[in-house]
């Protein structure tokens, strides 16, 4: 599938592509990670999507700043409420990850921790975040 760079990736554009999933958009943000994570503990929706055109200080994994350019990248974060035992809270990372590896490019590589590679450009990093309760996992960002 891919992502071409001439693509309208708007927040306002998502919004429209998403259809009926609840989604925020904004033209600049602090951080979509924190905006989502706030949702999430609020009750947000699984499936639920905060897009921002820009993010001040977006965070990676392990918090780790990760830039990204206006119009030239996307920012967002999903918020999931997964039925998924606490042990099982780790697949959470691969199947983000390798998920959006093949929808960036099938010929996409990971690279451990958290980047994906297309060729030798980066075009994501993924960071998960699991809130777990005692039935498992409650939500994850």
Do not use: K, N
């Amino acid at each position: 599938m891919g992502v071409d760079a001439g693509e309208d990736l708007s927040a306002g554009t998502l919004a429209r592509v998403l259809g009926d999933r609840p989604v925020r958009t904004y033209p600049a943000l602090v951080s979509t990670h924190a905006d989502a994570l706030a949702w999430a503990r609020a009750g947000g929706a699984g499936g639920a999507v905060v897009v921002a055109d820009y993010q001040a200080a977006p965070r990676g994994r392990a918090g780790l700043p990760w830039a990204v350019r206006p119009g030239l990248g996307l920012g967002f974060s999903l918020v999931l409420r997964p039925d998924l035992p606490a042990e099982r809270e780790g697949w959470l990372y691969a199947a983000a990850v390798c998920g959006i590896a093949d929808t960036a490019d099938p010929a996409a590589t990971v690279e451990w921790p958290d980047e994906v590679r297309a060729g030798v450009r980066r075009v994501a990093a993924v960071g998960v975040h699991a809130e777990l309760g005692p039935a498992g996992v409650d939500w994850a960002v």
